[in-house]
């Protein structure tokens, strides 16, 4: 399974884009990119997922360069309830990401 | 997206005592779903994979006679906690999909608390 990495954690203010990049230098062919928002006592909430290039949707961009070892969610403009942990998983899509390893994610912290 | 529920929200017994709680996928069928396990301010622990209409495949560490699974059908599987301790206090959640090819949708999360 490819491992992630991420940063611990990251500051922004409101209206600022934040941009989170994971990196996943073992990443096989067939695996995809996803990215997950989790709240305090919530389950993960499903952001945006690629393979290659960019994907965009109504909440954020997913980068992902051509040698695919790191992926960059985009958060356009955040506001406070952006406050939360995301998190950058790799898997096989093939195989329906069984088995997801979550990582350490990067708990993001937005202020006034 | 996909709606995957969970019940209860949040339960607190006596050690000693099981706890069930229930994944529902509502608006699809799940063959495959899974069972994590988050302590606070830590990431999420796969437990087990819970396979409809067969055992639930355990990761290594996770006790399966403590941890019971069932899936009977292609809508519900429930985590039993048996013989609670204060140790298996923590945010159980359960997540599921359409099929193999599609994104895990997760539970809103069990808190359990133990006494």
């Known amino acids: 399974l490819a491992k992630t990495t991420q940063p611990i954690s990251m500051d922004s203010y409101e209206g600022q884009e934040v941009n989170i990049t994971c990196s996943h230098n073992?990443?096989?062919?067939?695996?995809?990119i996803t990215w997950y928002q989790q709240f305090p006592s919530q389950g993960p909430r499903f952001i945006i997922q690629?393979?290659?290039t960019k994907v965009t949707n109504e909440v954020a961009s997913l980068f992902i360069p051509a040698d695919r070892k790191s992926s960059t969610l985009s958060l356009p403009r955040v506001s406070l309830s952006d406050t939360a942990v995301y998190y950058c998983?790799?898997?096989?899509?093939?195989?329906?990401?069984?088995?997801?390893?979550f990582g350490t994610g990067t708990r993001l912290l937005v202020s006034p | 997206g996909a709606v995957v529920s969970q019940h209860p929200s949040w339960v607190i017994c006596k050690s000693g005592t099981s706890v069930k709680i229930e994944c529902r996928s509502l608006?699809?069928?799940?063959?495959?779903m899974f069972w994590y396990r988050q302590f606070p301010k830590q990431s999420l622990m796969l437990m087990a994979t819970?396979?409809?209409?067969?055992?639930?495949?355990?990761e290594q560490g996770v006790e399966k006679d403590k941890f019971l699974i069932n899936h009977a059908s292609l809508t519900l599987s429930t985590l039993t906690v048996t013989s609670a301790h204060p140790e298996d206090s923590s945010f159980y959640i359960c997540?599921?999909?359409?099929?193999?090819?599609?994104?895990?949708?997760f539970g809103p999360g069990t808190r359990l608390l133990v006494l």
């Open positions: 819970s396979n409809e209409g067969s055992k639930a495949t355990y």
């Open positions: 998983l790799v898997g096989d899509m093939n195989t329906g990401f069984q088995k997801l390893v």
């Open positions: 608006d699809f069928q799940a063959t495959t």
């Open positions: 997540s599921a999909s359409q099929s193999v090819q599609e994104t895990q949708y």
């Open positions: 073992n990443i096989a062919t067939n695996d995809y």
């Open positions: 690629g393979y290659k």
